[in-house]
């Protein structure tokens, strides 16, 4: 059975609008890239409410979750919090954290030409992004050090926090995709294959959808487009899952499109 894989995006710039949504697409690619799929992707504000119940959703059935914004320490981040919450534990100094952001503001003092002072009042609020939910493990993160955090919760959903940042969090989600999901990763083993179904309409198509799903283990899938610069009006329908599934499956489509006398345009195929 596939892990679901979701998506998390926090913050109220992306809903108003002063913002666009880069991770979206982003996580898709990451994920193709490695054979994987997205299952869901939700967007959230910047409150505390909304975000804990998200997060508890998230931790009570079995995946994979990537939280993407809010963990900084201002007073409008709320993930740290919100995920301890959600999972019902305290929030602690994580100790690889706690050395991690010392460590970055050593080397920020050493750019300056300071002396590194651990009690100035900045200092000691920085540690603050270091202090997780009791029980979380650590992200690295390539592009400054401060790092996010990963927890597990009671139904065995596991969600990795990472920053907003996409100079951040891409390659922080990349690390984690290739050292706590590798064992996830199905490069060549997934397939999607299609083709355009001229002038249809889904209605028509949809018993021999169904069919083919009863039939093999695959999703079936339909893409209508009203305004097509070659095609226009037109349907692509196809069939994705395993390959040797797929290749099953398509075939069956195939053959009940010409049974019902549906004209047809190029094929696809995705892996």
């Given amino acids: 059975m596939t892990t679901p894989i979701g998506l998390i995006i926090i913050g109220d710039e992306i809903l108003s609008g002063k913002r666009s949504d880069k991770h979206l697409p982003k996580v898709i690619e990451l994920l193709g890239a490695r054979g994987m799929s997205l299952s869901w992707a939700r967007f959230v504000g910047d409150d505390r409410q909304s975000i804990t119940a998200n997060l508890r959703d998230a931790f009570a059935q079995p995946g994979i979750v990537f939280s993407c914004g809010g963990i900084g320490a201002t007073p409008d981040d709320h993930t740290r919090q919100c995920a301890a919450a959600a999972l019902g534990v305290e929030l602690t100094l994580h100790p690889d954290a706690r050395l991690l952001i010392e460590s970055r503001m050593r080397d920020v003092a050493a750019e300056q030409g300071q002396e590194f002072d651990p009690q100035r009042p900045d200092n000691v609020h920085r540690y603050n992004m270091g202090v997780f939910p009791v029980g979380a493990t650590i992200i690295q993160n390539p592009y400054n050090k401060i790092p996010g955090f990963s927890c597990t919760g009671g139904g065995g959903g596991q969600v990795h926090f990472v920053p907003g940042f996409?100079?951040?969090?891409?390659?922080?989600?990349?690390?984690?995709?290739?050292?706590?999901?590798?064992?996830?990763?199905?490069?060549?083993?997934?397939?999607?294959?299609?083709?355009?179904?001229?002038?249809?309409?889904?209605?028509?198509?949809?018993?021999?959808?169904?069919?083919?799903?009863?039939?093999?283990?695959?999703?079936?899938?339909?893409?209508?487009?009203?305004?097509?610069?070659?095609?226009?009006?037109?349907?692509?329908?196809?069939?994705?899952?395993?390959?040797e599934a797929v290749g099953e499956a398509f075939a069956s489509l195939l053959a009940g499109l010409h049974q019902c006398g549906a004209p047809l345009g190029p094929e696809m195929v995705r892996g």
């Fill in 166 to 243: 996409p100079v951040m969090a891409w390659p922080m989600i990349e690390w984690v995709l290739d050292h706590a999901c590798a064992h996830l990763h199905s490069r060549g083993s997934w397939l999607e294959r299609s083709v355009i179904v001229m002038g249809a309409m889904e209605a028509a198509l949809t018993p021999l959808m169904e069919q083919v799903e009863r039939e093999f283990p695959v999703k079936v899938f339909s893409l209508p487009s009203v305004d097509h610069p070659e095609y226009g009006r037109h349907i692509e329908l196809g069939v994705k899952g395993g390959a």
